[in-house]
């Protein structure tokens, strides 16, 4: 039987990929003139908005390689026969890595202080407590750091997987070889992942733009929420394909566990949600529920409880039955709707905390997600057309094909 292992980008695929880029193109131009040349509460919002969603976008993509690499060290090989769809879509932290950078740079380097108000932190007790974490110098290095480590170590990842394609079967001694190699360096992306994404990375860029405030499940709740969209993203794609006529070895089987990964993720994030929230009514201590009191009892109180709704109760309904989780256009649907709903929640982190009066959620915000949607289109799509689809020489790729849940 023959399969088809070369991906050819659709016109239409190429297409909406660029129109998605050019509108938010032209969004951030509007926006910049509506928001960016104004005072200090119109900066803020456009600088903010830019924030969340380039981070957000960010931290979606580089959970494929996150995937990718704990499969890795859990010797899993029920993924291989999608495996080149996560390495494509991990291609995207490149170019969304760098823009994240410039953007979280210009905010430094551009004493966005409405934003990041640690970095006038004279006078502020406080703030001046948290100087030796939060300053200018710490911020820029790490930032660097991050999002050069997360690139460089997921085109080594990358590179191991495509030296397969152009070798005959391995022995088993070398495929041993081969499997040890792979367990080394993800280990090392899992290690710097958890310095990162799991700890400092949401500390810097987000959970500062409330200086005084500070929850110790903040990184776990992060990573929960782009974990989570990043695995419905891979489905996506998966299902493309599969709709196309390409990945004929991906069967229910591996579908209905990308769905479980959404069913238990989904579940964990809500743990962290109302450990966190509970955990600080309950004490009801001042410092501690100035961060909730706006958005449980101000005018952010619709879009609080609404990211609940979609991250929680919709899953919770929806992916809990097995054929549910079998079921391409359910799948589909759970999939964006998992993706709209984090995106509101990496909203309401940002906004919520730069704008507390009232809320602003128009056009250049989707408009600003709608160019980092076309721009991981097109990164995933390029990717996936320069390599065979199909991993066939990994040591596990077998086992992906007699795969059963």
Not at 47 to 67: D, H, I, K, P, R
Not at 302 to 312: A, P, Q, R, Y
Not at 373 to 382: D, F, R, V
């Amino acid at each position: 039987m023959s399969f088809r292992e070369q991906f050819v980008i659709p016109a239409r695929f190429r297409m909406w990929s660029l129109i998605l880029m050019g509108v938010g193109l032209v969004s951030i131009l509007a926006g910049y003139f509506i928001y960016g040349t104004g005072d200090e509460h119109h900066q803020a919002r456009f600088w903010g908005t830019l924030l969340y969603n380039s981070v957000y976008f960010l931290l979606v993509v580089n959970a494929s390689m996150f995937f990718i690499c704990a499969t890795t060290l859990a010797m899993g090989g029920w993924q291989m026969s999608f495996r080149r769809v996560t390495e494509a879509i991990s291609v995207a932290v490149i170019p969304i890595g760098i823009i994240s950078g410039v953007i979280l740079l210009a905010l430094v380097l551009g004493h966005q202080h409405h934003i990041f108000h640690w970095l006038t932190p004279e006078g502020d007790k406080i703030l001046e407590g948290k100087s030796g974490f939060l300053n200018p110098t710490f911020f820029i290095v790490w930032t660097i750091l991050s999002i050069g480590g997360w690139i460089f170590l997921g085109a080594k990842m990358r590179k191991l997987s495509h030296e397969l394609d152009n070798r005959e079967p391995l022995s088993v001694a070398e495929g041993r070889a081969y499997i040890f190699k792979n367990t080394i360096w993800g280990s090392i992306f899992l290690v710097w992942f958890a310095l990162t994404v799991a700890s400092t990375v949401p500390w810097l860029w987000l959970m500062s733009i409330d200086a005084h405030w500070y929850s110790t499940m903040y990184s776990w709740y992060t990573f929960a929420s782009s974990f989570v969209a990043g695995v419905a993203l891979i489905t996506l794609f998966v299902i493309y394909l599969k709709n196309h006529g390409y990945l004929e070895l991906v069967n229910q089987e591996h579908l209905h566990d990308l769905g479980k990964f959404m069913f238990a993720f989904s579940i964990f994030w809500t743990y962290l949600w109302f450990s966190q929230y509970m955990l600080i009514w309950y004490a009801n201590i001042p410092e501690e529920t100035v961060y909730f009191k706006h958005r449980v009892q101000g005018p952010y109180r619709g879009i609080f409880f609404l990211n609940l709704i979609v991250n929680f109760i919709a899953p919770l309904l929806l992916l809990m039955r097995r054929s549910s989780k079998r079921n391409y256009t359910l799948l589909v649907f759970m999939a964006v709707l998992i993706l709209l709903g984090h995106w509101i929640d990496f909203y309401q982190m940002v906004i919520a905390s730069i704008a507390k009066e009232h809320v602003e959620l128009n056009f250049f915000d989707f408009g600003v997600a709608a160019g980092f949607i076309g721009l991981i289109m097109w990164s995933t799509g390029n990717a996936l057309s320069k390599r065979p689809l199909l991993a066939r020489n990994h040591p596990f790729f077998k086992e992906s094909v007699i795969h059963h849940t």
